[in-house]
């Protein structure tokens, strides 16, 4: 069974730094590119970042370019986002997510989230 | 950039009838599309990939169609357990990907 465990949320104030962890289970980790969507408190879904399978590729949503830095250890299973200059409009549930299946890109696989909140 | 608009924003249903929602792109996705289902304090789950594939273990009275610029979800009869929040993906600009803002089916 694929499982998707976040951690690493809290509280923060503005301009703060914060990491966030992911660790998967139940499937080939080395396999599969890697994903972090956030929801704001009572709004939609956003995509944040993706890291390729090798974790040598990475992109970003425009408003996070240049402040959070994803990444991965396939020898543990594990997907980070590091994330600097925090801004209230960072505040978030952030989820870490699979594609369903290779050569499928939609998310078939979400982990429970982890609730960033950035204030002083 | 491709901006992907849902509506209505609330789709109001009695419980056995039909829910329609509506996943329009200002510019063509192919069939770059999915939809998601989210109930409050929970995750998202996919529902349908390619605009009109159902992902494993979905109910058939999910369905997706469209293609291009115009996509539909329909829930032929709501049962209690599908009053929800539905989001459309776009996908086409991988590994980017794009969320309309959502239309939460609520109980009439």
């Known amino acids: 069974e694929v499982q998707l465990v976040e951690s690493g949320g809290g509280l923060v104030q503005p301009g703060g730094s914060l990491r966030l962890s992911c660790a998967a289970s139940g499937f080939t980790f080395s396999s599969y590119e890697m994903n972090w969507v956030r929801q704001a408190p009572g709004k939609g879904l956003e995509w944040v970042s993706y890291i390729s399978s090798s974790g040598s590729a990475m992109s970003y949503t425009d408003s996070v370019q240049g402040r959070f830095t994803a990444s991965r250890d396939n020898a543990k299973s594990s997907v980070f986002l590091e994330m600097n200059s925090l801004r209230a409009e960072d505040t978030a549930v952030y989820y870490c997510?699979?594609?369903?299946?290779?050569?499928?890109?939609?998310?078939?696989?979400w982990g429970q989230g982890t609730l960033v909140t950035v204030s002083s | 950039e491709i901006v992907m608009t849902q509506s209505p924003a609330t789709l109001s249903v009695s419980p056995g009838e039909r829910a329609t929602l509506s996943c329009r792109a200002s510019q063509s996705v192919g069939s770059n599309l999915a939809w998601y289902q989210q109930k409050p304090g929970q995750a998202p789950r996919l529902l349908i990939y390619?605009?009109?594939t159902r992902a494993t273990g979905i109910p058939a009275r999910f369905s997706g169609s469209g293609s291009g610029t115009e996509f539909t979800l329909t829930i032929s009869r709501l049962q209690s357990e599908d009053f929800a929040i539905y989001y459309c993906?776009?996908?086409?600009?991988?590994?980017?990907?794009?969320f309309g803002q959502g239309t939460k089916v609520e109980i009439k």
């Open positions: 993906q776009r996908y086409d600009n991988w590994p980017a990907r794009t």
């Open positions: 390619g605009a009109s």
């Open positions: 997510a699979r594609i369903d299946f290779s050569g499928n890109a939609a998310f078939g696989y």
